[in-house]
């Protein structure tokens, strides 16, 4: 089977036939490298600075693009106070990570919410011209970017690491092929460039698509396959005020695991904030699974909300074991108990099995162990 994904998967019906696969993975392999690399793009668009706030909070953060840095874009604190400089030589033209570190730093020491990012100097035919959707997006709320500077904050952005792949997008397990940011095909190492993306979902994708179509046609011929895995239970099973309990129940429990990956497991770590971070999604997945399995949910049970529920928690776990077991800082992954790079650690990480303690519903696999002659 393809796997062409993100690492915390889309809403779809794939994802829903998948999840116990890829739970399976997690639990009898060692499957996922790298994990700590996660990528925050310094500059997404933030809605709380802007004169015309947003209708709804957005699904998806609107980033403005590197390019405007590039152009000669310059970023101050609320008090218009350049400090980059004071950062890196390189100043706005210093890497994503350094960047985003950068205000981070400054949001932490001056209680803001966001910093500015200014373009206004610039000729405005030329900004338009340069820009015409970041303009266009501002302007939609109240703000004119060859006047006024624009309102930014760091925003998680990319998976380097994932499920590891070989050069045919193969996994450890038989069958299983992934493309994406799914994948951890090392094109990326501890610190991603922008073009890697498009050569990884393009070339592995390419290469990973027919070894899994060979795959599937001998496994048709196997009957034995199609009895391993429990079939699933539409949630539609369920009397439509306890689905509707689970649902609001996901939506929340989605939004304070949310929170805690930013506070403890985002762009500058610690030990301590790590570990309670790993209890505190222990404890919330441990609450969200119990209320389930209250209102009638099965093991078995598929819906577009919990799957993804049981997949972002599973995500999670994997961040933060990944990043404990990372004691220097590298790339993305940068901690403060340990803020120096060391060659000798260069080796990747990778997830044992015996490294999870105990196994919750999240985790464990849900295909029936059969004995195939």
């Not at 015409?132 to 309102?151: F, S, V, Y």
């Amino acid at each position: 089977m393809l796997i062409s994904v993100p690492l915390i998967f889309p809403y779809s019906v794939l994802q829903l036939l998948l999840v116990s696969k890829i739970l399976e993975l997690h639990t009898k392999t060692s499957l996922f490298r790298n994990d700590r690399f996660v990528q925050f793009h310094p500059t997404a668009l933030s809605d709380e600075g802007l004169p015309i706030k947003p209708a709804k909070i957005r699904d998806n953060a609107f980033l403005v693009t590197e390019a405007v840095r590039g152009d000669g874009g310059i970023l101050y604190n609320q008090s218009m106070e350049r400090f980059m400089p004071l950062y890196d030589d390189r100043a706005e033209l210093a890497p994503r990570d350094v960047v985003a570190r950068s205000i981070d730093d400054q949001l932490k020491k001056r209680g803001g919410k966001y910093v500015l990012l200014d373009i206004s100097h610039k000729p405005r035919e030329k900004i338009l011209a340069h820009f015409p959707n970041i303009a266009a997006e501002c302007l939609r709320h109240g703000l004119d970017i060859t006047q006024q500077p624009i309102p930014v904050v760091p925003a998680a952005h990319y998976m380097c690491g994932g499920v590891r792949a070989g050069l045919q997008g193969e996994t450890s397990v038989k069958g299983l092929y992934v493309a994406g940011e799914v994948a951890c095909t090392g094109l990326h190492g501890a610190n991603r460039l922008a073009s890697n993306s498009l050569l990884e979902a393009l070339v592995f994708a390419q290469r990973a698509v027919q070894p899994s179509i060979d795959h599937m046609v001998d496994a048709d011929a196997d009957p034995c396959l199609a009895e391993k895995w429990a079939r699933p239970v539409l949630s539609v099973s369920i009397k439509d005020s306890a689905l509707s309990d689970i649902i609001e129940k996901t939506k929340k429990t989605r939004m304070e695991l949310q929170s805690i990956m930013w506070e403890y497991v985002g762009i500058v770590r610690s030990t301590n904030r790590l570990k309670n971070a790993e209890w505190k999604i222990g404890d919330l997945e441990s609450e969200w699974e119990e209320f389930l399995f209250r209102r009638g949910w099965k093991p078995a049970t598929v819906g577009i909300e919990a799957c993804e529920m049981r997949n972002l928690f599973c995500c999670a776990k994997l961040v933060v074991k990944s990043a404990l077991a990372r004691r220097e800082s590298r790339g993305l992954h940068f901690t403060e108990d340990f803020p120096y790079l060391e060659e000798s650690k260069r080796k990747p990480t990778v997830i044992f099995p015996t490294a999870i303690q105990e196994l919750t519903w999240s985790s464990k696999p849900l295909q029936r162990q059969l004995q195939c002659k």
